[in-house]
Nanobody, 124 residues
Framework: QVQLVESGGGLVQAGGSLRLSCAAS????????MGWFRRAPGKEREFVAA????????YYIDSVKGRFTISRDNAKNTVYLQMNSLNSEDTAVYYC?????????????????WGQGTQVTVSS
């Protein structure tokens, strides 16, 4: 059983930056593709970004390309989401996720483990 714990959320002004972290325990971190999802108020949960086991491949939804960067440190069992140029549409609860394939992680049904979420609020 893998446990995922997110941190780094908070309140930020539009145009600002935040870095989310997700620490994994209880499993072999390097065996999992990792990703981030988010759920905005009144909306369905959506895929944001994913990274392959080695970190060599990354995937993003169009709305965050060029602003968000996903990375991982397998030695620290941690995945990160650097978020720049934040706007009000980025306000959401952000969830860390672990799965077997970074390509398939866009489909939430392919996720094996979820974190509890961290709130990101962007004020205009």
């Amino acid at each position: 059983q893998v446990q995922l714990v997110e941190s780094g959320g908070g309140l930020v002004q539009a145009g600002g930056s935040l870095r989310l972290s997700c620490a994994a325990s209880g499993g072999t971190f390097s065996s999992y593709a990792m990703g981030w999802f988010r759920r905005a108020p009144g909306k369905e949960r959506e895929f944001v970004a994913a990274i392959s086991l080695s970190g060599s491949r990354t995937y993003y939804i169009d709305s965050v390309k060029g602003r968000f960067t996903i990375s991982r440190d397998n030695a620290k069992n941690t995945v990160y989401l650097q978020m720049n140029s934040l706007n009000s549409e980025d306000t959401a609860v952000y969830y860390c996720a672990a799965g077997t394939s970074s390509i398939l992680m866009r489909d939430s049904r392919r996720i094996d483990y979820w974190g509890q979420g961290t709130q990101v609020t962007v004020s205009s």
